[in-house]
């Protein structure tokens, strides 16, 4: 199978090619290698980014997947605002190559993967970045993601997310550059903050990101009349300079959108509300609209 993927976008270019093989070791067996180039301008500074993996996922049962991968990436960071302070580490703006194994378990037990009202997505995932495999950026990746959907019928269902993720540099590495760093808000994540603003912030209130996030999400789904749809719901999340650490910039909010049920999936406005601190936002209310559930 061969895919080609573009992107064009006001702040974002993207370019992917890969070639997939589903049967050279067995159907329960996926071969992929796939490259691409990306653009992006996050708020507090832009990259570009190109990239190289190479990997195998095996399927042991309908729900159970295990992946593993050889990953490389060369990325630049430009127009930095941010800045760390001098007794916290070195530059965030610079050049970053990262290279090695990444091991990742998939369970899936959702009754849909775009409109999901029952089931749980377990996700666990672990990287090494190493200069043995071609990396300039040595530190340890540990990430895991649970969601759980409970079916209350009559179009009601409870949506729960859990994230946590943090990035450990060892060795040569005592700190990570901003693109390769922690940061939440936006229209899938914390949505009373948006893009990149819940993060720690440097003397100027520009977000400098961290090595350790940690996010959780409850939502009410509710079915109005028809294909359309309500939600109430509440996101909290931490950033932390450090890793393994939980001492950082908390924020959370509350709101509520719309949700149109389409048959290529959900289309959503959401509204939320910022009651706490703004670390990097500008403002305490925020709208977003977005295809598909932000889990």
């Known amino acids: 199978i061969l895919r080609a993927a573009g992107l064009a976008a006001v702040r974002a270019q993207a370019a992917t090619l890969g070639i997939e093989d589903r049967w050279l070791l067995g159907r329960d067996t996926r071969l992929w290698v796939e490259g691409g180039v990306v653009h992006r ?42 800045e760390l302070r001098p007794d916290v580490g070195r530059e965030l703006s610079q050049f970053s190559r990262t290279a090695g194994l990444a091991f990742e378990y998939r369970f899936d037990s959702r009754d849909d993967v775009y409109l999901p009202v029952r089931g749980t997505l377990a996700e666990t995932r672990v990287f090494w970045s190493t ?50 760093r922690y940061f939440l808000g936006g229209v899938s994540s914390v949505r009373a903050y948006d893009q990149d603003e819940l993060s720690p912030t440097d003397a100027f209130g520009n ?44 924020g959370w909010g509350y709101g509520a959108g719309l949700r149109l049920h389409t048959p290529v999936g959900p289309v959503r406005l959401d509204a939320a509300y910022n009651p706490g601190s703004l670390h990097a936002a500008k403002k305490r209310f925020q709208v977003f609209f977005a295809f598909g559930f932000s889990f």
């Open 41 to 82: 301008e996050e708020p507090f500074y832009s990259f570009t980014t190109t990239g190289l993996h190479a990997g195998v996922e095996r399927r042991f049962t309908r729900r159970l997947r295990v992946r593993g991968t050889y990953l490389w990436s060369a990325s630049d960071s430009f127009d930095v605002d941010a």
């Open 131 to 180: 200069p043995e495999l071609g990396a300039t950026l040595e530190y340890v990746e540990l990430e895991a993601n649970v969601s759980h959907h409970v079916d209350f019928g009559a179009g009601g269902v409870l949506a729960l997310n859990g994230f946590a993720g943090t990035r450990n540099p060892y060795g040569r590495t005592d700190d990570l550059p901003i693109q390769d």
């Open 207 to 250: 977000g400098v990101g961290g090595l350790t996030a940690v996010q959780g999400t409850i939502e009410w789904r509710r079915k109005i009349v028809g294909i359309l749809y309500g939600a109430v719901f509440s996101d909290a999340g931490v950033v932390s300079l450090d890793p393994f650490s939980t001492d950082g910039a908390f």
